[in-house]
T-cell receptor, first 114, second 114 residues
Framework: GDSVTQMEGPVTLSEEAFLTINCTYT??????LFWYVQYPGEGLQLLLK?????DKGSNKGFEATYRKETTSFHLEKGSVQVSDSAVYFC?????????????FGGGTRVLVKP | GAGVSQSPSNKVTEKGKDVELRCDPI?????LYWYRQSLGQGLEFLIY????????KSGLPSDRFSAERTGGSVSTLTIQRTQQEDSAVYLC????????????FGEGSRLTVL
C-alpha cells in the first residue's frame, strides 16, 4: 500500500537558519503530494501541495518539489522564524482512489529558537 | 461556524466505557474524514464519508469502532468498550468535493482511557 516516510524530529534550529525536512513516498499510482503543518494548539492546515512530477509547491517561504525519479517531496525554507515552530506532516493522495484519503508521514517537530 | 468543530476537546474515560466523539464539518462540505493520531505516531485514516454514506471504512481498527453521518453534516464516531490503546487524538476533516486535494481539519478530540 501507499506509505510516506519523513525524517524524525525534533529538529531544533536558530532563527534565520535553513530548514530541510526530508520526505519520501511509496505509491502505486500517480499521487498528489502535500505538506500539512500543525501549529501549537491548532488543527492541521495545508501548507503547500504539488499534483504532478516536477511541480513546485510554495507558501509562506516554504518550497517543495515533486521528484518522481527519487519519489521525494522535501520541504525547505531558507530562513526560518520562531513562528515556524510547529509539527510538519508530509502526505500523499491517490486521487484515483475513492475520495481524497490522505496517507501521512509520522510528522516532524520543528523548534526555532530566537 | 467557519471551521471544522469537534467535541469534546478532551475526554477521560474508564476502560470498558463507551464514548462518542462529534464532528461538525464546514457547511457545504460533502466529504468528511476521521483520522487518529496516537502519541508519537502519524495520522491513521479511520473512515471516509461522502454525504451520508461511507464508501471507505477500511481504517476502523476493530468492530468496537463505528461512525455515522446524518443529514450530510454532523458525524459521530463511537468507540464501544474502550481500551487503553484507544487513547489518542481523534481528528475530523472535511472537504468540498471528493478530489480537491485539501482537507480542512478540526482541532481534534483527545481521548484518554484509564
Amino acid at each position: 500500500g501507499d506509505s510516506v516516510t519523513q525524517m524524525e524530529g525534533p529538529v531544533t534550529l536558530s532563527e534565520e537558519a535553513f530548514l530541510t525536512i526530508n520526505c519520501t513516498y511509496t505509491a502505486t499510482g500517480y499521487p498528489s503530494l502535500f505538506w500539512y503543518v500543525q501549529y501549537p494548539g491548532e488543527g492541521l492546515q495545508l501548507l503547500l501541495k504539488a499534483t504532478k512530477a516536477d511541480d513546485k509547491g510554495s507558501n509562506k517561504g516554504f518550497e517543495a518539489t515533486y521528484r518522481k525519479e527519487t519519489t521525494s517531496f522535501h520541504l525547505e525554507k531558507g530562513s526560518v522564524q520562531v513562528s515556524d515552530s510547529a509539527v510538519y506532516f508530509c502526505a500523499l493522495s491517490d486521487l484515483g482512489a475513492a475520495g481524497n484519503k490522505l496517507t501521512f508521514g509520522g510528522g516532524t517537530r520543528v523548534l526555532v529558537k530566537p | 461556524g467557519a471551521g471544522v468543530s469537534q467535541s469534546p476537546s478532551n475526554k477521560v474515560t474508564e476502560k470498558g466505557k463507551d464514548v462518542e466523539l462529534r464532528c461538525d464539518p464546514i457547511s457545504g462540505h460533502t466529504a468528511l474524514y476521521w483520522y487518529r493520531q496516537s502519541l508519537g505516531q502519524g495520522l491513521e485514516f479511520l473512515i471516509y464519508f461522502q454525504g451520508n454514506s461511507a464508501p471507505d471504512k477500511s481504517g476502523l481498527p476493530s468492530d468496537r469502532f463505528s461512525a455515522e453521518r446524518t443529514g450530510g453534516s454532523v458525524s459521530t464516531l463511537t468507540i464501544q468498550r474502550t481500551q487503553q490503546e484507544d487513547s489518542a487524538v481523534y481528528l475530523c476533516a472535511s472537504t468540498e468535493g471528493a478530489n480537491t486535494g485539501e482537507l480542512f481539519f478540526g482541532e481534534g478530540s483527545r481521548l484518554t482511557v484509564l
